[in-house]
């Protein structure tokens, strides 16, 4: 019988969201997985900015809605659950009526949920993405609601937006926080440097960014040096590269768990033929 292609291999997954899927399609192809959840999400600490938002949206305050995450319309729609439940089914119907821009598939998949699609999906998915794709449309007084990934401000569209003339109304119904200890992501870096680890597999950029902030720059790209690299899409490859890392695996279209597990096989695989070629 053929061994799983992933067998005797072992890949760390700083994932949290999603860490045990993720880590069954691994473990089902053979891989040895190591759990290092380097963020969590949280819901926003204080629920009335989100509310304040919803409000404006349900009652028309949008033209436009920018989703940059699946897990940002989630969170909107938790905390309406939460703290104002009345308001979930006009904010749904005013959703239905906005025009619809996602940055990649996540936040598509999020609007399927509720039956509903992006009427624009930027190409790449990235902010870059967003702008590019929203340039031959008139965004001169036209009212866009833009969610946020994290708390981070997104002021490179933000300004686009503002260049244009729209009015931008962002919302933030998320925060991320650390889950493993710091202790935790060094000796994770520990093992990855002394070669225990095959694969480390990034799957958002908050991931990387806990990690150079946890160790010095030359100790983590040092340590990821040792190891094949995989990014579950462009705007986590573009954060490692910022720091002098160079994701070895990214699927090239479809940036989710599956093609990202298949990436890394294949990367296994060619890793293994190259060992054993002669004189490699």
Same mark, same amino acid.
Do not use: C
């Given at each position: 019988m053929e061994s799983p292609p992933l /067998?005797?291999? *072992?890949?760390?997954?700083?994932e949290m969201r999603e860490a045990e899927i993720f880590a069954a399609m691994l473990e089902r192809r053979g891989a040895t997985v190591l759990r290092c959840p380097l963020v969590a999400i949280r819901d926003a600490p204080d629920p009335a900015p989100v509310l304040?938002? %919803?409000? $404006?949206f349900a009652q028309g305050g949008c033209d436009d809605l920018i989703l940059m995450t699946g897990e940002g319309l989630r969170r909107i729609l938790g905390c309406l659950d939460s703290h104002e439940p009345a308001l979930r089914e006009v904010f749904v119907q005013a959703l239905g009526g906005v025009r619809r821009i996602t940055r990649g598939p996540k936040?598509? +998949? =999020? !609007? +399927? $949920?509720?039956?509903? &699609?992006?009427?624009?999906?930027?190409?790449?998915? *990235? *902010?870059?993405?967003?702008m590019?794709?929203?340039?031959?449309? /008139? !965004?001169?007084?036209?009212?866009v609601g833009l969610q946020l990934y994290g708390t981070a401000p997104n002021r490179p569209l933000v300004e686009f937006l503002q260049a244009h003339g729209a009015r931008v109304l962002t919302v933030a119904p998320?925060?991320? %926080?650390?889950?493993?200890?710091?202790?935790?992501? @060094?000796?994770? !870096?520990?093992?990855?440097?002394?070669? $225990?680890?095959?694969?480390?597999?990034?799957?958002?950029t908050p991931q990387v960014e806990r990690l150079f902030a946890v160790a010095p720059a030359e100790a983590v790209v040092a340590? @990821? %040096?040792?190891?094949?690299?995989? =990014?579950?899409?462009?705007?986590? %490859?573009? #954060?490692?590269?910022?720091h002098g890392v /160079?994701? +070895?695996?990214?699927? $090239? /279209? #479809?940036?989710? !768990? &599956?093609p990202l597990t298949s990436g890394i096989e294949e990367a296994l695989a060619d890793r293994r033929r190259a060992r054993q070629t002669p004189g490699a």
């Open positions: /067998e005797g291999s *072992t890949v760390a997954i700083p304040r938002w %919803a409000r $404006e936040p598509a +998949r =999020a !609007l +399927r $949920e509720l039956g509903l &699609k992006p009427d624009i999906a930027a190409d790449p998915p *990235t *902010t870059d993405g967003v590019a794709s929203l340039q031959p449309h /008139e !965004l001169r007084g036209r009212r998320y925060v991320y %926080a650390d889950a493993a200890d710091d202790r935790a992501v @060094l000796d994770l !870096l520990d093992r990855v440097r002394s070669g $225990e680890v095959d694969v480390v597999a990034f799957t958002s340590a @990821l %040096a040792n190891t094949v690299v995989a =990014a579950v899409g462009p705007v986590v %490859a573009r #954060s490692l590269h910022r /160079e994701a +070895r695996v990214m699927p $090239e /279209e #479809s940036f989710f !768990l &599956k």
